[in-house]
């Protein structure tokens, strides 16, 4: 599973790392967290807002921060 962090290293992009690496840590899955900084492969997703979070290529949410149990479902439905 690859996991995208989008955003510019902003304090939000940071904390969503992190909650993106938790949900990973508490399912006990194996991905890869990838820190996206690059504003044109950011827009290349659509998103116009950061943070974003991308799941095997699927952008789950732009300019909001998800609670761990929201990444947590959105990993699950993407396995």
Do not use: F, H
Not at 17 to 32: D, F, G, R, T
Not at 46 to 72: F, N, R, S, Y
């Amino acid at each position: 599973m690859n996991i995208k962090i989008l955003g510019t290293g902003c304090p939000k992009c940071r904390e969503l790392e992190e909650l993106a690496k938790k949900a990973v840590a508490e399912l006990s899955i194996a991905a890869n967290v990838e820190k996206v900084t690059d504003l044109d492969k950011i827009m290349a997703y659509g998103v116009m807002m950061t943070p974003g979070l991308v799941i095997d290529e699927q952008v789950k949410i732009a300019g909001k921060i998800p609670t761990v149990d929201q990444i947590k479902n959105w990993i699950q439905e993407s396995n």
